[in-house]
């Protein structure tokens, strides 16, 4: 008995010995062969494969395959599938091989003997189709399902892996119609649905095929969600937003919900500067003031809409001044000022100084939001903003450093708070306090807003180059008063003392900013004639100015969208991408020449 107890302990020690050994030898081929130390490898995996031939079957065969001995690959593969109860494999195998060695017939004879294995098996298919999917072998897929759907008169096997193929390989109208009968048949969701046109959403022939058939399909379901959310998906794809309002409008009516479909068709419409659109929007949610969450919203946003098209126009529409007038105060004729209102009250007072010079009356509108009950923190914040400038445009500097100081002390860590610092930092650059003002200015440089850190930086920029020359400090407390007078929109006074400092020979290192700030409030005033012919003086007199290539980039901005001059637009943005490439409009300017140029969509950029 002992000595039969020894034999077997023995026995288990050699056991545990070849498992060591195997365990080893397989982390070391596996080490070489990430390597690429394929000849070591390859003495390894041999002697694996021997042990453990369908353990290690696939690691012999890839290591030939590296070594690119293909005549041995197949020799291997063909002895083993001797051996080997797993034919469909050896056939794929072999069949890659051949298709390694560039032989069609052979590959192509092997791949068809792994589709006869599997037409009465799903499963098989299925792996057949993880076999050669990486491989991009498309059309010997297709035709494997289509026989395996055929063979077994079922065509939901493997339809997902059909719809796939069929988008992969142009054939837009099988897979939309599969797509169709897969979502009916299955009784889809959207989100499923989506799922399978996802990968070929910017395929603009795929979208113009799928629209004929779900708009087909929604002629005979109209009250189906499925339908509806898709054809509402397919418009947003195209930015057909007209038509996809049309189908939220018509959806919140039959199916009683509260509008939000309509306003986020609105918000993008909006957002993509498409005002009509946006404003029909708004205005249907306003009339289902009843069945509407979003009724004081939707107002506030047509407001937006209207004063967003008088600022994007290059001419003072009074039309539409009077039109948004007549409309506001009718708003607070049945809806008087509250916390429910804030947005709108505040967007009036800017309409009301903006648009209409009174300024009295929008400081008292600000005044009263800010006293009213449930304001939210930040409507208050900006409104005390909004009236610090007012108190600015009318001399009183004092009180408007109290209200951004407010709004700093509220808004510490927000964007409120940075633009507080910045408008209070202005108000020291106004008064002549360079000092002080570079100081605030350099702390803003690395603020989280691009449009406050890129201000920040060309006035801290501009101090710190003119600051320490004692002759040029009256020029700067001069362009310091011209722009305030801008901001009071004084600009008779305001463009008469730059036209006082570009005439003075002491200040003629400040002529290129004084060229740049005159272009930038012409272009404010539509004057874009003038302000090209500035910024063409600076580009050209003053090529190694800090401001030239803003110049460049201001230029072609008219260039582009005020003279739709899009030969001369391109070349602006060139320029800088050949001469300033770590300017912060670089980015910008590349995007915007190569939409002119017509390399990309929108979407793309």
Known sequence: ?????????????????????????????????????YEK??????????????????????????????????????????????????????????????????NQKEWNKAIELAINDSEKGQFIYDYLMPYRQYDILIRLIEAIQKKQKNNTILSRELIALYLNTGQFQKGAQLIIQKAENEALDFNQFVYYIQNHS???????????????????????????????????????????????????????????????IADLSFQDEQFDVALEGYRFLISQKDRSLYFHQAYYKKF???????????????????????????????????YQNAEAQILFAKFKYRYENQIDSAVLILEN???????????????????????????????????????????????????????????????????????????????????????????????????????????????????LYFL??????????????????????????????KAKYLIQYQSFDEALLLLDSLILKFPRSILADNAYFMSGKILEEQKQDSEKAQE???????????SIFTSESRKRLRKLRGELQDEQL
């Open 41 to 106: 490898s390859e003495i390894l995996y041999r002697r694996l494969y021997e042990k453990q031939p369908q353990v290690f079957y696939s690691n012999y065969l890839s290591n030939l395959l590296a070594l690119r001995r293909y005549d041995e690959a197949i020799q291997f593969v063909e002895s083993h599938k001797k051996t080997s109860n797993d034919k469909l494999l050896a056939h794929l195998d072999l069949g890659y091989i051949f298709l390694k060695k560039k032989d069609t017939a052979l």
């Open 572 to 582: 602006r943005y060139m320029q800088i991408l050949l001469k300033y490439k770590d």
């Open 488 to 517: 009071q929109n004084k600009s008779n006074q305001a463009f008469k003392i730059l036209t006082e400092i570009q005439t003075n020979k002491n200040y003629n290192d400040l002529l290129d900013d004084i060229f740049f700030l």
């Open 1 to 37: 008995m002992i000595r039969k107890g020894f034999i077997i302990i023995l026995l288990l020690i050699k056991i545990c010995s070849l498992e060591a050994q195997n365990q080893n030898d397989e982390q070391l081929a596996k080490q070489f062969y990430d390597q690429q130390e």
């Open 202 to 264: 910017d395929n603009k022939s795929f979208l113009q095929t799928l629209e004929k058939q779900i708009y087909t399909q929604l002629s005979k379901n109209p009250n189906s969600d499925l339908w509806n959310e898709s054809a509402i998906w397919l418009s947003l794809q195209n930015k057909n937003y007209d038509e996809a309002l049309d189908l939220c409008k018509a959806l919140m009516k039959r199916k009683n919900e509260n509008g939000y479909r309509v306003l986020y």
């Open 369 to 483: 939001l800010i006293k009213l009950p449930s304001i939210k923190k930040n409507e208050i914040s900006i409104a005390k903003l909004e009236l610090g400038d007012l108190y600015v445009i009318k001399g009183d500097e004092w009180e408007a450093a109290l209200l951004y100081g407010q709004v700093d002390a509220d808004e510490k860590d927000s964007p409120l708070g940075e633009l507080a610092r910045f408008k209070n930092a202005k108000l020291f650059y106004y008064k002549g306090d360079f000092e002080l003002a570079q100081d605030l200015f350099s702390i803003l440089k690395s603020a989280t807003s691009e449009l406050i850190s890129n201000d920040a930086l060309e006035i801290s920029v501009f101090i710190q180059d003119n600051l320490n020359d004692d002759s040029l400090n009256l020029g700067m407390k001069k362009m310091a008063e011209a722009e």
């Open 304 to 338: 937006l809409s209207f004063y967003s098209m008088l600022e994007k126009s290059s001419i003072k529409d009074s039309i539409k001044i009077r039109t948004l007038r007549s409309e506001f105060h009718e708003y607070f004729t049945e809806n008087p000022a509250s």
